[in-house]
């Protein structure tokens, strides 16, 4: 009986419908007509406000829709966005995201859908950790604390990536603790960073260090003239806990002594952004996650890293399970 009960299961899941929603910018394949309509909205929210929130404006409408394909279910969350840069375009966008319904709607899509942000921004591939650090910036209290975690643990041990090894980093490692690794301590310095200064400063930084150099930057932005002198910071911050640091301009003023006091050093943000990076959810407040079930079997999908020249592929931290 408990056979033919897990058969009949396995069958139902199998033959479930898929649902497409569109929206300007997005085309949404979930297991039902509801998620995929609470995703799509949330996708085009997120677009909205996250480009705002870290270039001050809004992204215009994209020549073609990005591809979403939703698996719900008791599975790790994770996803995958994949497009192209070719002489400063940006376009084949598609992406993978899977979870529970809340870890989807409120640490997954806002994760991917800030890659596709910062693609469209600084038309080139980053170093995976500033776009890895920059997009866990955003999901649930939970995942980042996860991420908190593994990079307390990493410190000072054989799996620790350097720091002058993590800045330029262009493809992920091929051992999967490591990937998990590069995820924290990507997070831990885009933390630290924006922390000192804001989201569009952040920008300013890696776009000058893209075209400087990483040391050059770090004397500019933020008063560090040896990359050591910032890992040695970062590591002490991260043992005491990753605790808020004190007012940004208090502290860059500190590093910068060194700068002209005629130079401004922080530029101010908004009072009235539409959400605040970094803290935990639920985001978008007005999409209420359904309980959703899995649909259908799983399988392993493997996905390529890209060559970094001409296309991005975001490794999942949790192995992508699709039909």
């Known amino acids: 009986m408990d056979a033919l009960c897990c058969l009949a299961l396995a069958v139902s899941l199998s033959a479930a419908p898929q649902a497409t929603y569109r929206t300007p910018n997005f085309v949404v394949t979930a297991p039902t007509a509801e998620f995929a309509r609470q995703v799509g909205e949330a996708a085009e929210i997120y677009r909205r406000e996250l480009a705002q929130e870290w270039t001050g404006r809004v992204m215009p409408r994209w020549s073609s829709e990005c591809p979403?394909?939703?698996?719900?279910?008791?599975?790790?969350?994770?996803?995958?966005?994949?497009?192209?840069?070719?002489?400063?375009?940006?376009?084949?966008?598609?992406?993978?995201?899977?979870?529970?319904?809340?870890?989807?709607?409120?640490?997954?899509?806002?994760?991917?859908?800030?890659?596709?942000?910062?693609?469209?921004h600084f038309?080139?591939?980053?170093?995976?950790?500033?776009?890895?650090?920059?997009?866990?910036?955003?999901?649930?209290?939970?995942?980042?604390?996860?991420?908190?975690?593994?990079h307390e643990q990493a410190l000072g041990k054989p799996e620790q990536i350097p720091l002058k090894q993590l800045l330029s980093m262009k493809n992920y490692p091929t051992d999967e603790r490591q990937v998990l690794v590069l995820y924290a301590e990507g997070y831990s310095l885009a933390d630290y960073l924006i922390q000192l200064s804001d989201r569009p400063y952040y920008l300013k930084f890696l776009s000058t260090a893209l075209q400087h150099g990483w040391e050059p930057a770090l004397k500019q932005f933020y008063g560090y003239d040896k990359v050591e002198r910032l890992e040695r910071d970062l590591n002490q911050w991260v043992l005491a806990g990753s605790p808020d640091l004190p007012e940004k301009s208090n502290v860059l003023l500190a590093r910068n002594r060194s700068t002209k006091e005629s130079e401004p050093v922080i530029r101010a943000q908004s009072p009235d952004a539409a959400i605040v990076l970094g803290q935990p959810g639920p985001w978008p407040q007005r999409v209420e996650p359904l309980a959703v079930t899995a649909s259908r079997s799983r399988a392993a999908l493997t996905l390529p890293v890209a060559n970094a020249s001409h296309n991005a592929t975001r490794q999942p931290r949790a192995k992508l399970l699709w039909p």
């Not at 995976?128 to 866990?136: H, T, V, Y």
């Open 123 to 150: 038309r080139q591939p980053l170093p995976r950790w500033a776009d890895e650090g920059a997009a866990s910036l955003i999901e649930h209290e939970s995942e980042r604390g996860r991420l908190k975690r593994i």
């Open 68 to 120: 979403i394909l939703v698996r719900v279910g008791q599975i790790g969350a994770g996803g995958a966005t994949t497009f192209q840069f070719d002489r400063g375009e940006v376009y084949g966008w598609n992406m993978k995201i899977q979870g529970t319904p809340e870890r989807i709607l409120d640490s997954v899509l806002p994760h991917e859908i800030n890659h596709t942000i910062f693609a469209c």
